[in-house]
């Protein structure tokens, strides 16, 4: 029942346009060298963990609406964070209101958490920006929300790595088998090398000068730069996330 009138009350703030970019400065504090660097920070971020998350700074907070109220629109109009998994964050800056808020999107509610998105404002934000560093201010938050979030999506039951490892090794950690095996593996991996490339190539099986050398002659061709797919560009298009699940807004 409160879900439809949540939808149709959300529908009539007036949002800006859903950004472009990572990083969108509309109050023009931001120095453009520092916005192309948190820029693809965050870009790199998404690439590697799939979480979202975006920066919007501005002066004032659009009239008819809080700052809690755009913020759950926003996170869903403007699609932050991955479809079905909703994890995505905004860091939000409106200089002449003097508030900020970071909103969260559902699926990291786990990690980012009210409190911690209440410290990362309070604690690490607004000395920041009382001093006018607001590019340095923007970049400790977005470490810190990339802290708290890398991990979202393999959480673990409290027991590192190497804990883990350990355990459940230890019992063939003492057999003298086991100690040679990786040095069994070796040895029978760089004969056979060794093989191809002298008896192998008498034979004519194995032409080192071939199209599948690499230009140094080695037998092992690497690949070329063709093999990343990112680019340079830090244009940002949204992942479909519908909801925000907290966060916590602050003044200075």
């Not at 393999?154 to 459940?168: E, L, P, T």
């Amino acid at each position: 029942m409160f879900a439809p009138l949540l939808t149709l009350f959300l529908a009539s703030i007036t949002l800006p346009p859903k950004p472009d970019h990572f990083v969108t400065d509309r109050a023009g504090v931001l120095p453009a060298d520092r916005v192309e660097a948190i820029d693809a920070k965050l870009k790199s971020f998404e690439q590697s963990t799939s979480t979202q998350v975006i920066v919007y700074v501005d002066k004032k907070i659009p009239d008819g609406t809080t700052l809690e109220e755009m913020g759950a629109q926003a996170i869903r109009e403007w699609g932050v964070g991955q479809k079905g998994k909703d994890n995505g964050a905004i860091v939000f800056i409106f200089t002449e209101d003097r508030k900020m808020r970071i909103e969260v999107g559902y699926g990291l509610e786990g990690s980012l958490t009210d409190a911690r998105s209440r410290l990362i404002t309070s604690e690490l934000m607004k000395p920041k920006i009382r001093a006018g560093d607001y590019a340095g201010a923007v970049d400790a938050a977005v470490s810190a929300i990339m802290n708290f979030t890398s991990g979202e999506e393999h959480k673990g039951g409290g027991v590192a790595v190497a804990q883990a490892n350990v355990a459940g090794t230890n019992h063939n950690n003492n057999s003298p088998l086991f100690l040679l095996f990786p040095l069994f593996m070796f040895l029978g991996i760089g004969g056979f090398i060794v093989f191809m490339l002298t008896y192998g190539r008498k034979r004519g099986w194995v032409n080192v000068s071939s199209s599948s050398s690499s230009s140094d002659g080695s037998f092992f061709s690497s690949s070329s730069d063709s093999s990343s797919s990112s680019d340079s560009s830090s244009d940002f298009s949204g992942g479909g996330g519908d909801g925000g699940g907290g966060g916590s807004s602050d003044s200075w």
